[in-house]
């Protein structure tokens, strides 16, 4: 019964705890323990709804896009051969450095697009599709 009084003052006053008194406080606790988990629910449920937007505000920054950025476009253009052209000048006028890792890879792709097996088989007179990049418009 020691152990009881330590724990809190009795009501009745006269060092007796009544059966009223330990459940009244047994509820108490009971009662504490269901605040303090609704309270670690709401932290809970407060940080991951923080986290969610913090990382959707990210997103959008990181999605954003500079005002000077121009979009880059591939297009096709039909040139027409003359005599003594070759693939290789006119893989000089169209060739983009930014787009293509060498002449030989743009000049493969000229010739992929137009059906030739090598670049011997341009003939004056033909027309060559010639891929190349611009700014959108």
Not at 55 to 74: M, R
Not at 110 to 124: R, Y
């Amino acid at each position: 019964m020691n152990a009881v009084l330590m724990n809190g003052v009795t009501y009745n006053g006269f060092g007796n705890v009544s059966k009223s008194e330990i459940r009244i406080r047994e509820n108490k606790k009971w009662r504490m323990q269901i605040v303090r988990r609704q309270r670690m629910m709401l932290a809970a449920f407060i940080a991951v709804i923080s986290i969610m937007a913090i990382s959707f505000s990210a997103s959008l920054l990181i999605k954003a896009q500079d005002n000077n950025f121009e979009p880059v476009c591939k297009y096709y253009t039909v040139a027409g051969v003359h005599a003594g052209d070759t693939l290789w000048t006119m893989a000089l006028k169209y060739y983009s450095e930014d787009n293509y890792d060498s002449y030989d890879a743009f000049i493969d792709e000229i010739l992929k697009i137009n059906h030739l097996n090598s670049a011997e088989d341009l003939k004056a007179g033909e027309n060559v599709v010639i891929p190349y990049y611009d700014i959108y418009r």
